[in-house]
Each structure stands twice: as C-alpha cells, then as structure tokens.
C-alpha cells in the first residue's frame, strides 16, 4: 500500500495533466467543505445576526426620522450642528401574545435597562401594532390594538380625514376606525395611516387597509372596519418608540390644566 501511494504521487506530480485534475478535485473538495461549515456556523449564530439587523433597523429607522424633521423645518436653515429628533427606535422581541381575549396584551424582551418606558409605541416594519402599559428591568407589557383601551388617532391616507382607532372584539384582523365626518367617501383597499393627533406613534405611519364601512345614523358619524397590516398572530420582531420631547410636553399640558 505504501509502495501503491508513491507511486500514485509520483505519477501525479509527474504529469501535468494528471496533477491538474487532482488538484482541482481537492480545491472543489476543500470549498464545498468551506461551504458547509459557513452555513452551519451561520445557523447557530442566527439569532446574533437577526439580533444585530434589528439594531442596525432601529438606528436607521432613528435616522430616517431626523432627516424628516429636517426637511420640515427647511434643510440647511436650521444653524443647529445637531438636529433635533423626535422619535427613537428600540429593537424587540414579543416573547408572548394573546389575540382571543377581550383586552389583549404582549410581552416583549426589552426593559427599563434597554430605554423602554411606559407610553412607548410598538411598531412593525409594517405597521403599528400596540402601546406599552407596564414595564420591569428586563420585560415590558404592551396592550395591543385589540384592547378595548387602545384608542389611536388615524386618518385615511387619501382625504386626509381622522377618527379613532378601536376594537370592540370579534376577529383578531379587524379593528374600526369611528367618528369620521358622514360625508366622507372611502373605497375597500383605502390605506389608513396614523393622524398627526397622536404623539405616541409618528405621522403618517402605516395602519392598515379599509375593508368595509357603513353609517351610524344615530350618532350621524361613519365607522369604517379596517384590517391591520399587523398579523397578531404571527408577530416577532417589533420596535418600541419614543417620543422624545414626552416628558416635556406632558408637563406643559399639566400646567395648562392646572391654570383652568
């Protein structure tokens, strides 16, 4: 046998031909085995890397925010070397959900030690999908558009025309959008967006789609059913949102109370 592999060596490294093809076999060999370990290692680091896109989201998401401030208050006008920033975005995980219940909730992974505090959004790349009520060290708990609590300030996208978001139960896809003016015409497929009402989520933010509406005529107002573009069934990755000047703005409205 030892006679037999040196003489195969020989014979291969004696042969250009011979010694190419050997050659070749044992690179195509070494980089499928290259191959198989890369994807092996990147399955066991996934969670690191879902983890770090995340992040990498938020940051991003934060940037795309400041950018529009910026634009809103004329660009190279503002003198300031730091642009002011409304809203923050923290990356999170929903570790538990309930969708058959009359108040509905979320635990998310994310705490008072990753910035989150109570009154915060929690958003999709999609859609909005809760605000948060309670919050420990390491976990937070957030009630969900399918709260009975949850009211949301939203408008139709196309006629700029706001109500209240809100859920009275039944199907976990539906949700209704009250009080818009009678008069306000709407077609199924109409996109709902956040109104400039509310200071929990940014304007404009995605809402979900107009499925149907009819007219209360006893309150004289319409109620459109709205599908969010959240599936509550199915979420996992969320961000949490802050509204940066809240504390400042609820002490302004406090004191404006105060004064009646």
């Known amino acids: 046998m030892l006679l037999t592999g040196i003489s195969l060596w020989l014979f291969v490294v004696q042969n250009r031909f ?48 400041a950018d529009r401030y910026r634009l809103y208050h004329g660009g190279y006008h503002v003198v300031d070397t730091q642009y002011l920033l409304l809203y923050k975005y923290y990356p999170a995980q929903v570790i538990n959900i309930t969708t058959h219940r009359q108040n509905n909730y979320m635990t998310l992974n994310a705490g008072s030690e990753q910035g989150v505090k109570p009154d ?3 958003v999709t790349g999609g859609g909005i999908a809760g605000i948060v009520k309670m919050v ?8 969900t558009l399918l709260h009975s609590k949850a009211r949301i300030p939203a408008r139709l996208k196309r006629s700029n025309h706001f109500g209240t978001l809100e859920w009275r139960g039944g199907a976990a896809d539906r949700v209704l959008l009250n009080f818009l003016p009678s008069h306000v015409e709407y077609k199924a497929g109409d996109t709902v967006v956040v109104s400039n009402l509310s200071t929990v989520f ?3 933010y995605p809402v979900g789609r107009v499925i149907t509406g009819r007219q209360n005529p006893e309150e004289g107002y319409l109620s459109l059913e709205v599908q969010p573009f959240v599936d509550f069934h199915s979420v996992r990755h969320v961000y949490l949102v ?3 000047h809240r504390q400042e703005l609820d002490s302004l409205e406090k004191k404006a109370s105060a004064d009646e």
């Open 202 to 204: 940014p304007h404009g």
């Open 120 to 122: 915060m959004g929690v």
């Open 136 to 143: 420990s060290p390491h976990y937070s708990v957030a009630l």
């Open 242 to 244: 802050e509204f940066v």
């Open 18 to 65: 011979q010694r190419v093809v050997v050659f070749e076999w044992i690179r195509n060999a070494e980089n499928a085995l290259a191959l198989r370990l890369a994807n092996l290692r990147s399955y066991f680091y996934l969670k690191q890397h879902n983890q770090a896109l995340a992040e990498e989201n938020a940051r991003l998401r934060s940037l795309l925010l």
